[in-house]
Protein backbone atom coordinates (compact mmCIF):
# COMPACT_ATOMS: atom_id res chain seq x y z
CA UNK A 1 0.00 0.00 0.00
CA UNK A 2 1.47 3.35 -0.41
CA UNK A 3 2.60 5.85 2.40
CA UNK A 4 -0.16 8.04 3.40
CA UNK A 5 2.15 11.48 3.60
CA UNK A 6 3.51 10.40 0.40
CA UNK A 7 1.75 13.67 -0.96
CA UNK A 8 3.05 15.38 1.43
CA UNK A 9 6.56 14.39 0.88
CA UNK A 10 6.06 15.21 -2.75
CA UNK A 11 4.48 18.72 -2.66
CA UNK A 12 7.53 19.77 0.13
CA UNK A 13 10.23 18.67 -2.83
CA UNK A 14 8.71 20.85 -4.82
CA UNK A 15 8.37 23.85 -2.64
CA UNK A 16 12.39 23.46 -1.63
CA UNK A 17 13.08 22.94 -5.51
CA UNK A 18 10.83 25.74 -6.78
CA UNK A 19 12.10 28.06 -3.77
CA UNK A 20 15.78 27.31 -4.40
CA UNK A 21 15.00 28.87 -8.09
CA UNK A 22 13.66 31.47 -7.22
CA UNK A 23 16.87 32.41 -4.68
CA UNK A 24 19.13 31.61 -7.37
CA UNK A 25 17.30 33.78 -9.92
CA UNK A 26 16.95 36.31 -6.94
CA UNK A 27 21.07 36.22 -7.33
CA UNK A 28 20.65 36.43 -10.78
CA UNK A 29 19.32 39.71 -10.83
CA UNK A 30 21.38 41.06 -7.61
CA UNK A 31 24.37 40.62 -10.02
CA UNK A 32 23.35 42.04 -13.13
CA UNK A 33 26.00 44.63 -13.59
CA UNK A 34 28.85 42.98 -11.58
CA UNK A 35 31.64 42.36 -13.63
CA UNK A 36 32.89 38.49 -15.11
CA UNK A 37 29.26 37.19 -13.19
CA UNK A 38 27.92 34.36 -15.28
CA UNK A 39 24.28 33.67 -14.84
CA UNK A 40 23.22 30.42 -12.81
CA UNK A 41 20.62 27.96 -13.10
CA UNK A 42 18.69 25.46 -11.04
CA UNK A 43 19.56 22.11 -12.62
CA UNK A 44 16.08 20.34 -11.69
CA UNK A 45 15.16 16.48 -12.00
CA UNK A 46 12.20 14.07 -11.21
CA UNK A 47 13.36 12.42 -7.83
CA UNK A 48 13.25 8.77 -7.83
CA UNK A 49 10.68 6.71 -8.16
CA UNK A 50 8.63 4.11 -5.96
CA UNK A 51 6.49 1.13 -5.87
CA UNK A 52 4.29 0.09 -3.84
CA UNK A 53 5.34 -1.83 -0.63
CA UNK A 54 5.37 -5.38 -1.19
CA UNK A 55 6.90 -9.00 -0.47
CA UNK A 56 8.03 -9.16 -4.20
CA UNK A 57 6.56 -6.38 -6.61
CA UNK A 58 3.44 -4.81 -5.91
CA UNK A 59 0.75 -5.30 -8.05
CA UNK A 60 -0.14 -1.58 -8.95
CA UNK A 61 0.26 -0.71 -12.40
CA UNK A 62 3.34 1.46 -13.26
CA UNK A 63 5.61 3.34 -10.34
CA UNK A 64 4.87 5.74 -8.17
CA UNK A 65 6.63 9.69 -8.89
CA UNK A 66 8.49 11.19 -5.80
CA UNK A 67 8.12 14.98 -7.30
CA UNK A 68 11.25 17.04 -8.32
CA UNK A 69 14.13 17.79 -6.55
CA UNK A 70 17.60 19.51 -7.93
CA UNK A 71 20.94 18.28 -8.58
CA UNK A 72 23.40 20.77 -8.94
CA UNK A 73 23.64 24.99 -9.40
CA UNK A 74 25.75 25.56 -12.38
CA UNK A 75 26.94 28.43 -13.99
CA UNK A 76 26.27 28.70 -18.01
CA UNK A 77 29.70 29.49 -19.24
CA UNK A 78 30.96 28.54 -22.95
CA UNK A 79 35.47 28.15 -22.77
CA UNK A 80 35.69 28.19 -26.09
CA UNK A 81 34.12 31.89 -26.24
CA UNK A 82 36.41 32.59 -23.11
CA UNK A 83 39.47 31.24 -24.71
CA UNK A 84 38.30 33.30 -28.14
CA UNK A 85 38.30 36.32 -26.07
CA UNK A 86 41.93 35.79 -24.46
CA UNK A 87 43.25 35.20 -27.66
CA UNK A 88 41.93 38.76 -28.95
CA UNK A 89 41.98 40.43 -25.86
CA UNK A 90 45.54 40.29 -25.39
CA UNK A 91 46.41 42.01 -29.36
CA UNK A 92 43.64 44.90 -27.95
CA UNK A 93 46.02 45.56 -25.20
CA UNK A 94 49.45 45.58 -27.20
CA UNK A 95 47.67 47.83 -29.67
CA UNK A 96 45.99 50.12 -27.15
CA UNK A 97 49.52 50.70 -25.82
CA UNK A 98 51.00 51.47 -29.25
CA UNK A 99 48.53 53.93 -30.23
CA UNK A 100 48.76 55.66 -26.83
CA UNK A 101 52.36 56.24 -27.37
CA UNK A 102 52.22 57.13 -30.77
CA UNK A 103 49.81 59.59 -29.78
CA UNK A 104 52.15 61.06 -27.02
CA UNK A 105 54.66 61.06 -29.73
CA UNK A 106 52.37 63.38 -32.18
CA UNK A 107 51.64 65.64 -29.35
CA UNK A 108 55.69 66.15 -28.32
CA UNK A 109 56.72 66.53 -32.39
CA UNK A 110 53.75 68.86 -32.63
CA UNK A 111 54.07 69.30 -36.34
CA UNK A 112 52.20 70.64 -38.02
CA UNK A 113 51.89 73.92 -35.67
CA UNK A 114 53.08 77.27 -35.16
CA UNK A 115 55.17 76.48 -32.52
CA UNK A 116 56.73 73.12 -33.81
CA UNK A 117 60.46 72.37 -34.38
CA UNK A 118 60.30 73.60 -38.31
CA UNK A 119 58.85 76.74 -37.40
CA UNK A 120 61.76 77.59 -35.35
CA UNK A 121 64.08 76.05 -37.36
CA UNK A 122 62.37 78.45 -40.32
CA UNK A 123 62.89 81.15 -37.66
CA UNK A 124 66.69 80.25 -37.53
CA UNK A 125 67.65 80.44 -41.68
CA UNK A 126 65.52 83.82 -41.59
CA UNK A 127 67.13 85.09 -39.11
CA UNK A 128 70.75 84.58 -41.15
CA UNK A 129 69.31 85.99 -44.20
CA UNK A 130 68.30 88.87 -42.25
CA UNK A 131 71.90 89.00 -41.18
CA UNK A 132 73.03 88.92 -44.55
CA UNK A 133 71.46 92.15 -45.30
CA UNK A 134 73.31 94.08 -43.24
CA UNK A 135 76.09 92.11 -41.56
CA UNK A 136 77.71 94.57 -38.97
CA UNK A 137 73.82 95.22 -37.76
CA UNK A 138 74.38 94.41 -33.92
CA UNK A 139 70.84 93.80 -34.03
CA UNK A 140 70.56 91.49 -36.72
CA UNK A 141 73.36 89.58 -34.53
CA UNK A 142 71.31 89.31 -31.73
CA UNK A 143 68.68 87.67 -33.64
CA UNK A 144 70.54 85.06 -34.51
CA UNK A 145 71.79 84.23 -31.60
CA UNK A 146 68.64 84.22 -29.98
CA UNK A 147 67.31 82.28 -33.20
CA UNK A 148 69.65 79.73 -32.14
CA UNK A 149 69.37 79.86 -28.67
CA UNK A 150 65.68 78.92 -29.12
CA UNK A 151 66.97 76.24 -31.61
CA UNK A 152 68.85 74.69 -29.10
CA UNK A 153 65.77 74.93 -26.40
CA UNK A 154 63.54 73.17 -29.11
CA UNK A 155 66.09 70.22 -29.17
CA UNK A 156 66.61 69.96 -25.40
CA UNK A 157 62.72 69.94 -24.80
CA UNK A 158 62.19 67.66 -27.50
CA UNK A 159 64.56 65.11 -26.35
CA UNK A 160 63.85 65.11 -22.40
CA UNK A 161 60.53 64.55 -23.42
CA UNK A 162 60.99 62.12 -25.61
CA UNK A 163 63.15 59.84 -22.85
CA UNK A 164 60.51 61.48 -20.23
CA UNK A 165 57.70 58.72 -22.02
CA UNK A 166 60.53 56.40 -22.50
CA UNK A 167 61.13 56.72 -18.76
CA UNK A 168 57.33 56.46 -18.27
CA UNK A 169 57.32 53.40 -20.05
CA UNK A 170 59.89 51.68 -18.29
CA UNK A 171 58.02 52.34 -14.98
CA UNK A 172 54.42 51.56 -16.11
CA UNK A 173 56.08 48.02 -17.17
CA UNK A 174 57.36 47.50 -13.56
CA UNK A 175 53.74 48.59 -12.30
CA UNK A 176 52.12 45.97 -14.75
CA UNK A 177 54.32 43.20 -12.97
CA UNK A 178 53.25 43.78 -9.59
CA UNK A 179 49.77 43.66 -11.29
CA UNK A 180 50.67 40.53 -12.79
CA UNK A 181 52.04 38.56 -9.50
CA UNK A 182 49.35 39.97 -7.62
CA UNK A 183 46.82 38.24 -9.91
CA UNK A 184 48.49 35.71 -10.12
CA UNK A 185 48.58 34.76 -6.28
CA UNK A 186 44.92 35.21 -6.38
CA UNK A 187 44.47 32.58 -9.11
CA UNK A 188 46.77 30.34 -7.40
CA UNK A 189 44.70 30.71 -4.07
CA UNK A 190 41.11 30.67 -5.91
CA UNK A 191 42.49 27.70 -7.52
CA UNK A 192 42.76 25.51 -4.21
CA UNK A 193 39.82 27.05 -2.15
CA UNK A 194 37.76 26.18 -5.47
CA UNK A 195 39.50 22.16 -5.30
CA UNK A 196 38.63 22.33 -1.79
CA UNK A 197 34.72 23.22 -2.00
CA UNK A 198 34.06 21.71 -5.51
CA UNK A 199 36.02 18.39 -3.59
CA UNK A 200 32.92 18.52 -1.01
CA UNK A 201 30.42 18.59 -3.53
CA UNK A 202 29.45 21.99 -4.11
CA UNK A 203 29.57 24.11 -7.47
CA UNK A 204 31.95 26.92 -6.68
CA UNK A 205 30.21 29.07 -9.13
CA UNK A 206 30.87 32.16 -8.18
CA UNK A 207 34.69 31.74 -7.51
CA UNK A 208 35.26 30.28 -11.00
CA UNK A 209 34.20 33.57 -12.14
CA UNK A 210 36.22 35.46 -10.24
CA UNK A 211 38.67 33.56 -11.48
CA UNK A 212 37.78 33.80 -14.66
CA UNK A 213 37.55 37.88 -14.35
CA UNK A 214 41.24 37.88 -13.11
CA UNK A 215 42.24 35.33 -16.58
CA UNK A 216 40.44 38.21 -18.67
CA UNK A 217 42.63 41.14 -17.00
CA UNK A 218 45.81 38.93 -17.33
CA UNK A 219 45.17 38.02 -21.12
CA UNK A 220 45.22 42.00 -21.75
CA UNK A 221 48.19 42.58 -20.22
CA UNK A 222 50.42 39.50 -21.52
CA UNK A 223 49.84 36.59 -23.53
CA UNK A 224 48.82 33.60 -21.86
CA UNK A 225 47.64 30.04 -22.85
CA UNK A 226 45.26 28.47 -20.14
CA UNK A 227 44.32 24.88 -19.25
CA UNK A 228 42.14 23.81 -17.03
CA UNK A 229 42.96 20.65 -14.93
CA UNK A 230 41.81 18.74 -11.88
CA UNK A 231 44.09 20.83 -9.71
CA UNK A 232 42.38 24.46 -11.23
CA UNK A 233 44.14 26.58 -13.86
CA UNK A 234 47.14 25.91 -15.02
CA UNK A 235 48.45 29.63 -16.93
CA UNK A 236 51.65 29.93 -19.16
CA UNK A 237 53.09 32.33 -21.57
CA UNK A 238 54.76 30.49 -24.37
CA UNK A 239 57.61 28.35 -22.23
CA UNK A 240 57.30 30.27 -18.62
CA UNK A 241 54.98 28.66 -16.15
CA UNK A 242 53.29 31.60 -14.41
CA UNK A 243 50.09 28.98 -12.31
CA UNK A 244 50.09 25.39 -11.55
CA UNK A 245 47.18 24.25 -8.98
CA UNK A 246 47.65 26.42 -6.30
CA UNK A 247 51.13 27.50 -6.76
CA UNK A 248 52.19 30.85 -8.53
CA UNK A 249 55.78 31.73 -10.19
CA UNK A 250 56.70 35.51 -9.44
CA UNK A 251 57.85 37.18 -12.70
CA UNK A 252 59.83 40.39 -12.27
CA UNK A 253 60.67 43.14 -14.85
CA UNK A 254 63.73 40.81 -16.21
CA UNK A 255 62.07 37.83 -16.69
CA UNK A 256 59.48 39.92 -18.91
CA UNK A 257 62.54 41.49 -20.86
CA UNK A 258 64.39 37.75 -21.48
CA UNK A 259 60.57 37.00 -22.35
CA UNK A 260 60.20 39.49 -24.98
CA UNK A 261 63.99 38.86 -26.66
CA UNK A 262 62.78 34.78 -26.85
CA UNK A 263 59.71 35.16 -28.09
CA UNK A 264 58.02 34.11 -25.31
CA UNK A 265 56.18 38.26 -24.92
CA UNK A 266 54.63 38.10 -27.95
CA UNK A 267 51.41 40.54 -27.01
CA UNK A 268 49.39 42.11 -24.60
CA UNK A 269 50.31 45.66 -22.70
CA UNK A 270 53.79 44.80 -21.99
CA UNK A 271 54.74 44.04 -25.09
CA UNK A 272 53.15 47.14 -26.69
CA UNK A 273 54.95 49.09 -23.62
CA UNK A 274 58.49 47.59 -24.91
CA UNK A 275 57.73 47.75 -28.55
CA UNK A 276 56.78 51.80 -28.19
CA UNK A 277 59.95 52.51 -25.98
CA UNK A 278 62.55 49.89 -27.67
CA UNK A 279 61.39 50.70 -31.32
CA UNK A 280 58.75 53.94 -31.73
CA UNK A 281 60.19 56.09 -28.89
CA UNK A 282 64.13 55.12 -29.34
CA UNK A 283 63.92 55.57 -33.00
CA UNK A 284 62.81 58.87 -32.34
CA UNK A 285 65.31 59.66 -30.23
CA UNK A 286 67.99 58.81 -32.05
CA UNK A 287 66.39 60.37 -35.14
CA UNK A 288 66.40 63.65 -32.92
CA UNK A 289 70.22 63.28 -32.27
CA UNK A 290 70.66 62.85 -35.91
CA UNK A 291 69.24 66.11 -36.91
CA UNK A 292 70.47 67.97 -34.19
CA UNK A 293 73.95 66.94 -35.00
CA UNK A 294 73.66 67.03 -38.59
CA UNK A 295 72.60 70.90 -38.30
CA UNK A 296 75.91 71.30 -36.66
CA UNK A 297 78.34 68.75 -38.05
CA UNK A 298 76.62 66.89 -41.31
CA UNK A 299 78.54 66.75 -44.48
CA UNK A 300 77.58 69.06 -46.94
CA UNK A 301 79.29 70.53 -50.23
CA UNK A 302 79.68 74.25 -50.41
CA UNK A 303 81.17 76.17 -53.31
CA UNK A 304 83.09 79.14 -52.15
CA UNK A 305 82.50 82.28 -54.37
CA UNK A 306 85.29 83.90 -56.21
CA UNK A 307 87.76 86.33 -54.58
CA UNK A 308 87.05 85.37 -50.36
CA UNK A 309 89.88 84.60 -48.55
CA UNK A 310 89.80 81.91 -46.12
CA UNK A 311 91.74 81.76 -42.80
CA UNK A 312 95.40 81.22 -43.32
CA UNK A 313 96.79 77.76 -42.95
CA UNK A 314 93.95 76.31 -42.97
CA UNK A 315 93.03 72.61 -44.29
CA UNK A 316 90.02 72.67 -46.92
CA UNK A 317 88.71 68.94 -48.45
CA UNK A 318 88.72 70.25 -52.09
CA UNK A 319 85.74 68.14 -54.03
CA UNK A 320 87.33 66.90 -57.28
CA UNK A 321 85.52 66.12 -60.57
CA UNK A 322 85.62 62.44 -59.94
CA UNK A 323 83.95 63.37 -56.82
CA UNK A 324 86.48 62.72 -54.48
CA UNK A 325 87.92 64.92 -51.73
CA UNK A 326 91.34 66.31 -51.43
CA UNK A 327 92.88 67.95 -48.06
CA UNK A 328 94.11 71.01 -49.17
CA UNK A 329 96.23 73.28 -46.80
CA UNK A 330 95.79 76.99 -47.68
CA UNK A 331 98.27 79.58 -47.04
CA UNK A 332 99.49 82.83 -48.00
CA UNK A 333 98.39 84.08 -51.83
CA UNK A 334 96.65 80.37 -52.12
CA UNK A 335 93.80 81.23 -49.23
CA UNK A 336 92.57 83.74 -52.24
CA UNK A 337 89.79 81.79 -53.42
CA UNK A 338 90.33 82.36 -57.73
CA UNK A 339 87.85 82.31 -60.44
CA UNK A 340 85.09 79.45 -60.97
CA UNK A 341 85.07 79.04 -57.18
CA UNK A 342 86.22 76.14 -54.81
CA UNK A 343 83.74 73.66 -54.34
CA UNK A 344 84.70 71.92 -50.96
CA UNK A 345 83.03 69.48 -48.35
CA UNK A 346 82.19 70.80 -44.84
CA UNK A 347 81.11 69.55 -41.74
CA UNK A 348 77.72 71.25 -41.30
CA UNK A 349 77.16 74.64 -40.10
CA UNK A 350 80.28 74.34 -37.88
CA UNK A 351 82.58 73.46 -40.72
CA UNK A 352 81.74 76.44 -42.52
CA UNK A 353 81.18 79.18 -39.83
CA UNK A 354 84.76 78.67 -39.48
CA UNK A 355 85.80 79.22 -42.62
CA UNK A 356 84.62 83.06 -42.04
CA UNK A 357 85.53 85.89 -40.22
CA UNK A 358 83.88 87.36 -36.94
CA UNK A 359 84.04 91.27 -36.58
CA UNK A 360 86.05 91.16 -33.82
CA UNK A 361 90.48 92.50 -33.48
CA UNK A 362 92.33 91.09 -34.00
CA UNK A 363 91.08 89.00 -36.96
CA UNK A 364 90.62 84.98 -36.34
CA UNK A 365 88.72 82.59 -37.56
CA UNK A 366 85.37 81.76 -36.97
CA UNK A 367 84.74 79.19 -34.13
CA UNK A 368 82.19 76.51 -33.89
CA UNK A 369 78.62 77.47 -34.24
CA UNK A 370 77.26 74.82 -31.70
CA UNK A 371 78.89 72.91 -29.01
CA UNK A 372 77.80 70.04 -27.11
CA UNK A 373 76.95 70.90 -22.92
CA UNK A 374 78.99 67.86 -22.34
CA UNK A 375 81.80 68.17 -24.19
CA UNK A 376 80.93 64.64 -26.30
CA UNK A 377 79.11 64.30 -29.69
CA UNK A 378 76.27 66.57 -30.32
CA UNK A 379 73.12 65.11 -29.40
CA UNK A 380 69.25 66.37 -29.10
CA UNK A 381 69.87 66.62 -25.41
CA UNK A 382 73.47 68.74 -25.32
CA UNK A 383 72.94 70.81 -28.05
CA UNK A 384 73.48 74.24 -27.38
CA UNK A 385 74.72 77.45 -28.89
CA UNK A 386 78.33 77.95 -28.31
CA UNK A 387 78.59 79.86 -25.19
CA UNK A 388 81.43 82.16 -26.77
CA UNK A 389 78.62 83.78 -29.01
CA UNK A 390 75.72 83.57 -26.37
CA UNK A 391 78.48 86.16 -24.15
CA UNK A 392 79.91 87.76 -27.47
CA UNK A 393 77.28 87.64 -30.64
CA UNK A 394 80.40 89.92 -32.91
CA UNK A 395 82.07 85.96 -32.57
CA UNK A 396 79.54 85.12 -35.50
CA UNK A 397 81.52 85.05 -38.51
CA UNK A 398 79.54 86.81 -41.50
CA UNK A 399 82.47 87.60 -43.62
CA UNK A 400 84.51 85.94 -45.77
CA UNK A 401 86.74 88.85 -47.47
CA UNK A 402 89.90 90.53 -45.74
CA UNK A 403 92.04 93.08 -46.72
CA UNK A 404 95.90 94.69 -46.04
CA UNK A 405 95.91 97.92 -44.31
CA UNK A 406 98.39 99.45 -42.96
CA UNK A 407 100.92 96.03 -43.02
CA UNK A 408 98.24 93.98 -41.39
CA UNK A 409 95.24 92.32 -42.67
CA UNK A 410 91.54 93.28 -41.53
CA UNK A 411 88.38 91.68 -42.05
CA UNK A 412 85.69 93.51 -44.56
CA UNK A 413 83.23 94.14 -41.88
CA UNK A 414 80.09 94.41 -44.58
CA UNK A 415 80.89 91.35 -46.49
CA UNK A 416 78.07 89.21 -46.37
CA UNK A 417 79.35 86.38 -48.61
CA UNK A 418 79.12 83.76 -45.49
CA UNK A 419 76.18 84.83 -43.73
CA UNK A 420 74.48 83.90 -47.26
CA UNK A 421 75.95 80.42 -47.43
CA UNK A 422 74.64 79.77 -44.05
CA UNK A 423 71.09 81.23 -44.73
CA UNK A 424 71.29 78.77 -47.72
CA UNK A 425 71.82 75.79 -45.66
CA UNK A 426 68.44 75.32 -45.33
CA UNK A 427 68.28 74.20 -49.00
CA UNK A 428 71.58 72.33 -49.00
CA UNK A 429 71.73 68.46 -49.16
CA UNK A 430 73.48 67.04 -45.44
CA UNK A 431 74.93 63.55 -45.49
CA UNK A 432 72.99 62.16 -42.66
CA UNK A 433 75.13 58.60 -41.74
CA UNK A 434 74.15 55.34 -42.29
CA UNK A 435 72.41 55.47 -38.64
CA UNK A 436 69.42 57.84 -39.71
CA UNK A 437 67.09 55.28 -41.20
CA UNK A 438 66.10 55.30 -45.05
CA UNK A 439 66.64 59.35 -45.68
CA UNK A 440 71.06 59.35 -45.69
CA UNK A 441 71.09 62.78 -47.71
CA UNK A 442 68.66 65.62 -48.12
CA UNK A 443 67.94 68.95 -46.57
CA UNK A 444 67.25 69.20 -42.76
CA UNK A 445 64.02 70.42 -44.29
CA UNK A 446 63.23 67.05 -45.90
CA UNK A 447 64.91 64.94 -43.21
CA UNK A 448 62.41 66.71 -40.38
CA UNK A 449 59.47 66.39 -42.51
CA UNK A 450 60.31 62.49 -43.28
CA UNK A 451 60.38 61.78 -39.49
CA UNK A 452 57.17 63.61 -38.90
CA UNK A 453 55.34 61.50 -42.00
CA UNK A 454 56.73 58.55 -40.52
CA UNK A 455 55.03 59.32 -37.30
CA UNK A 456 51.85 60.29 -39.12
CA UNK A 457 51.88 56.87 -40.75
CA UNK A 458 52.46 54.79 -37.58
CA UNK A 459 49.99 56.72 -35.86
CA UNK A 460 47.20 55.99 -38.28
CA UNK A 461 48.23 52.10 -38.83
CA UNK A 462 48.42 52.03 -34.78
CA UNK A 463 45.28 53.43 -34.92
CA UNK A 464 43.74 51.27 -37.67
CA UNK A 465 44.75 48.21 -35.56
CA UNK A 466 43.27 49.51 -32.37
CA UNK A 467 39.96 49.81 -33.83
CA UNK A 468 39.65 46.25 -35.88
CA UNK A 469 40.76 44.97 -32.54
CA UNK A 470 38.11 46.95 -30.41
CA UNK A 471 35.69 45.91 -33.13
CA UNK A 472 36.84 41.69 -32.72
CA UNK A 473 36.52 41.96 -29.17
CA UNK A 474 33.61 43.59 -28.66
CA UNK A 475 32.03 40.74 -31.19
CA UNK A 476 33.85 38.02 -28.88
CA UNK A 477 32.55 39.78 -25.92
CA UNK A 478 28.65 40.20 -27.47
CA UNK A 479 28.73 36.41 -28.11
CA UNK A 480 29.70 35.55 -24.66
CA UNK A 481 27.45 38.07 -22.91
CA UNK A 482 24.70 36.32 -24.63
CA UNK A 483 25.75 32.80 -23.52
CA UNK A 484 26.78 34.01 -19.71
CA UNK A 485 25.27 37.28 -19.14
CA UNK A 486 22.56 37.90 -17.20
CA UNK A 487 18.96 39.26 -19.02
CA UNK A 488 16.63 41.32 -16.88
CA UNK A 489 13.70 40.18 -19.35
CA UNK A 490 14.36 36.67 -19.08
CA UNK A 491 14.96 36.46 -15.16
CA UNK A 492 11.82 38.04 -14.92
CA UNK A 493 10.21 35.86 -16.57
CA UNK A 494 11.66 33.00 -14.86
CA UNK A 495 10.43 34.80 -11.22
CA UNK A 496 6.92 34.37 -12.52
CA UNK A 497 7.09 30.62 -13.40
CA UNK A 498 8.84 29.71 -10.53
CA UNK A 499 6.62 31.79 -8.19
CA UNK A 500 3.48 30.01 -9.71
CA UNK A 501 4.90 26.65 -9.55
CA UNK A 502 5.90 27.12 -5.80
CA UNK A 503 2.37 28.65 -5.25
CA UNK A 504 0.94 25.17 -6.91
CA UNK A 505 2.81 23.08 -4.91
CA UNK A 506 1.70 25.21 -1.69
CA UNK A 507 -1.80 24.22 -2.71
CA UNK A 508 -1.17 20.66 -3.31
CA UNK A 509 0.61 20.59 0.12
CA UNK A 510 -2.64 22.61 1.52
CA UNK A 511 -5.13 20.07 -0.37
CA UNK A 512 -3.04 16.85 1.32
CA UNK A 513 -3.16 19.12 4.69
CA UNK A 514 -6.88 18.94 4.65
CA UNK A 515 -6.88 15.29 3.83
CA UNK A 516 -4.73 14.09 6.27
CA UNK A 517 -6.76 16.28 8.62
CA UNK A 518 -10.40 14.45 7.19
CA UNK A 519 -8.66 11.12 8.08
CA UNK A 520 -6.95 11.57 11.30
CA UNK A 521 -9.54 13.37 13.22
CA UNK A 522 -12.78 12.97 11.35
CA UNK A 523 -12.82 8.81 11.12
CA UNK A 524 -13.20 6.05 13.05
CA UNK A 525 -15.75 8.96 15.36
CA UNK A 526 -19.02 6.88 14.42
CA UNK A 527 -21.15 5.47 17.41
CA UNK A 528 -19.07 7.81 19.86
Known amino acids: MRSTFHGIETAKRSLFTQQAALNTTGHNIANANTAGYSRQVVNMQAARPIEAI ?6 APGQLGTGVEFSSITRIREKFLDDQFRNENKSLGNWTIQSDTLEKLEKIVNEPS ?4 RTVLDNFWKAWSSLSEDPEDLTGRRI ?9 DAFNMTSKQLKDLSADLTENIQIKTEQ ?13 EIVRLEGLGDNANDLRDQRDLLTDELSKIININVQETPQGYTITM ?32 VYGMIVSRDRYVADYIRQLDTLANSIANGEITITIPEGSVLPDNITVNRVNPDGSTTPVTLTGAARTIGPGGLTVKVNGLNGLHKLGYPLVSPIQAGVDFFKSKSGGPITAEDFQLNPDIVNNPSLIATSLRTIVSGGSEEVVKGNNTLALLIAQLKDTKFQFGTSAGSLTEGTIDDYFRSTVGQLGVQSKEALRMLDNQKALVDQVDS ?13 MANMIKFQHAYAAAARVMTTFDQLLDKVINGMGVVGR
Open 180 to 192: INSILSTVASLNS
Open 54 to 59: GLMRSG
Open 114 to 117: ETGL
Open 144 to 152: VRESAIALA
Open 238 to 269: GGVNLVAGGAATPITVDTLTNAFGSGDLNNGE
Open 479 to 491: RRQSVSGVSLDEE
